[in-house]
Each structure stands twice: as structure tokens, then as C-alpha cells.
């Protein structure tokens, strides 16, 4: 039988884990001389290091806007609300000089598109090179050297010929991985991944995948991933955050929302996703189109697409409702058999 005293400071222990990110009602508007839109609206969670959370959903959901609100990359008419945190720094009250020293070594990003993200009049080894040389303050050698080490690290083929390449002498697979090896030329803490593998063929997106799940691994990093694809998250992910018109519309782990979906837009996801062994069956696409964001309806934004929508729905945003220990949505029509009737107090 374990030691009861052992027992008991192992979990204290595990509690103590400090979440290395922790947002809080993030929110996110753009305004014109026109108008003011919402694009992002209360988005709250917690990320431990070394866990990696992907955001599921349609285009246009808030999704690569969430994440550049984590980096503050989005223009200076956006209007961000709510706090970030991340790694002890409070994100949002940070000036342009503390900003750009923390992007590299605390928070780095893939972007979507690498031939746009990278310079095209600067080698790769270069473009590596010089994000070392400005944050870890090595000589040209050291970070030459070091971008060498990280073209290897992401299995580039003839490393060495290839830091003397220009974007656009690489083939897509090949620039997407020397844009991972920039993202990782400072360690960082958080990765941010913006659908890194949707220009790929599929053979190429799964040999992405695998390399940036074993790197995390390797690396230890926290990791936010965005996607539309079903399949890339269950490859990736520890957690999942689905998303509607701005807002969280259910969080879990990926076996919990996966295996036992409880908002209907999850569920209508899943439907008019190809699966293996699905020959002969007819996708059931979800009816309708994304919301206008300048124009949301009342209530529940996913109201006028819903199966199962009520005049209650209309009436308040709904409060995220319990299924189990970490599985939450936002539905006033989630079954009974389905909710979590354990007292707050008493969930751990």
C-alpha cells in the first residue's frame, strides 16, 4: 500500500502546476469610422506547460484571430479586452520593445502561408540566423551554426545546401519546415501553430504533424494549434476548443468531445467529416452559412443553424454548462444523462 504521506504530497505537487498561459474573458474588436465588430468574445482557458490545445472550427470562427491576440500582432485599430497571461507577464500591458523581446523565446508562431511569412530576399539560414543573433546575442559563426542545428533538428534534407536557398527555390513541405525551425530558433515556451498544414499534400501534411508532435514532446512546450480538420486534431491534441462566431462553444479533452460531443455545431462537424471506412455514406453537411459577425443573432449564435433550436435559445448567450471533469458546452439542450451532477465543491 502507498505511503499515505507520499500520496498525499504527490497530489499536492500536481496541483501546484501553474498553468503557463491563462486567458481570462479575452476579447477581441475591430473598429472603423464605420462601425465596431466583435470577432472575438470571452474566450477564457488555462494551458499547462508541455500540453498542446487545438482550436476546431469553420473559417471565420475567430480562431487565427485568437491567436494573434496571444502575440499582439493584429493592427493597432483592434481593440483587445479581458487579460493574457502568459508565463507571469501580463501580455496586454506590455510595450512594443518588452513585445518583441518576448517573441521568440517566450512565444513563437508557424503561420498559415510560409512563402508570405518569410522574407523572399533573405536566405533561410540568414532569416534563422539573424532571430538568434538578435535574442541569444551570438556572433554570426554561433548562430550560423545554430540555424544549421535546426534545419536538421526538422529534417530538412542536405541542411547544409538549404541555408543558402530563398524561399522560393524550396517546395512547399520544405518551407514549412524551415518556417517551424524559425519558430523554434529561440526555445520557445508557447508554440502557436495557424493551420501550418493546410497548403500540403497529404502525405507531406502527416509528415508535418508527426515532426511537430514529436518536437513538442522533445521540447517540452505548451502548444495552441488551429485547424478545421478533425483528423489533425485527434493526430495533435491533448485538449480541444471548438469554436463558433467568436466564443468557445465547447472545451474538453480530445477523447471527451470526440467520443461524446454535446453541442450540436460539434456534432455537425463530426457529421460532414470523411472518415475512415465511410464508403457509400452521405456527409451531412451543417445547413446554412457562418454568422456575420456585424451582425450576430440573438442569443445563441448557432441558433439559426441548429436542429434543435427553441425560442429559449434566442434569448441569452448560454452559460457554458458541465458534461464531466474538464468537458464543458455552451447549450441549454444538452441531455440530462449527459450533464455533470456532481457538486462543484466536490469535482476535482
Not at 14 to 33: E, H, I, T
Not at 228 to 255: N, P, Q, W
Not at 268 to 275: A, D, I, K, Q, W
Not at 288 to 314: H, K, Q, V
Amino acid at each position: 500500500m502507498m505511503n499515505t504521506a507520499l500520496l498525499d504530497s504527490a497530489q499536492t505537487e500536481l496541483s501546484a502546476v501553474k498553468p503557463l498561459v491563462r486567458v481570462r474573458d479575452m476579447s477581441v474588436r475591430f473598429v472603423s469610422r464605420d462601425m465596431a465588430i466583435s470577432v472575438v468574445n470571452g474566450v477564457s482557458f488555462d494551458l499547462n506547460p508541455g500540453e498542446v490545445l487545438c482550436l476546431l472550427g469553420e473559417s471565420g470562427s475567430g480562431k487565427s484571430v485568437t491567436m494573434r491576440a496571444l502575440m499582439r500582432l493584429l493592427p493597432r485599430t483592434a481593440q483587445l479586452g479581458g487579460s493574457i497571461d502568459i508565463d507571469g507577464r501580463d501580455i496586454l500591458a506590455l510595450r512594443d520593445r518588452q513585445l518583441a523581446s518576448i517573441r521568440g523565446p517566450l512565444i513563437s508562431m508557424i503561420f498559415q502561408e510560409p512563402l508570405t511569412a518569410l522574407d523572399p530576399v533573405y536566405t533561410i539560414g540568414q532569416q534563422i540566423a539573424e532571430t538568434v543573433k538578435w535574442h541569444d546575442g551570438v556572433d554570426s559563426r554561433k548562430a550560423r551554426a545554430r540555424a544549421l542545428e535546426l534545419l536538421e533538428l526538422v529534417q530538412i534534407p542536405s541542411a547544409k545546401q538549404r541555408l543558402d536557398a530563398y524561399p522560393h527555390e524550396l517546395s512547399g513541405g520544405l518551407r514549412q519546415r524551415a518556417m517551424i525551425a524559425l519558430a523554434l530558433s529561440c526555445r520557445p515556451k508557447l508554440l502557436l501553430a495557424d493551420e501550418p498544414t493546410t497548403a500540403l499534400d497529404a502525405t507531406v501534411q502527416i509528415q508535418v504533424l508527426l515532426l511537430l508532435r514529436s518536437l513538442q514532446a522533445e521540447l517540452g512546450m505548451a502548444t495552441i494549434f488551429v485547424t478545421h480538420d478533425l483528423g489533425v486534431a485527434c493526430e495533435i491534441a491533448d485538449k480541444l476548443a471548438v469554436m463558433y462566431a467568436g466564443r468557445f462553444v465547447e472545451t474538453g479533452s480530445v477523447e471527451d468531445v470526440l467520443s461524446r460531443p454535446a453541442h450540436p455545431y460539434t456534432r455537425g462537424l463530426m457529421r460532414s467529416t470523411v472518415h475512415a471506412g465511410q464508403r457509400g455514406v452521405e456527409l451531412q453537411p451543417i445547413a446554412g452559412s457562418p454568422p456575420d459577425l456585424a451582425a450576430l443573432p440573438s442569443g445563441c449564435s448557432f441558433r439559426p443553424r441548429c436542429e434543435l433550436a427553441t425560442p429559449a435559445c434566442a434569448q441569452d448567450v448560454p452559460a457554458f454548462t458541465d458534461c464531466a471533469a474538464g468537458h464543458a458546452a455552451r447549450c441549454i439542450h444538452i441531455p440530462p444523462a449527459m450533464r455533470d451532477h456532481t457538486p462543484q465543491a466536490s469535482r476535482p
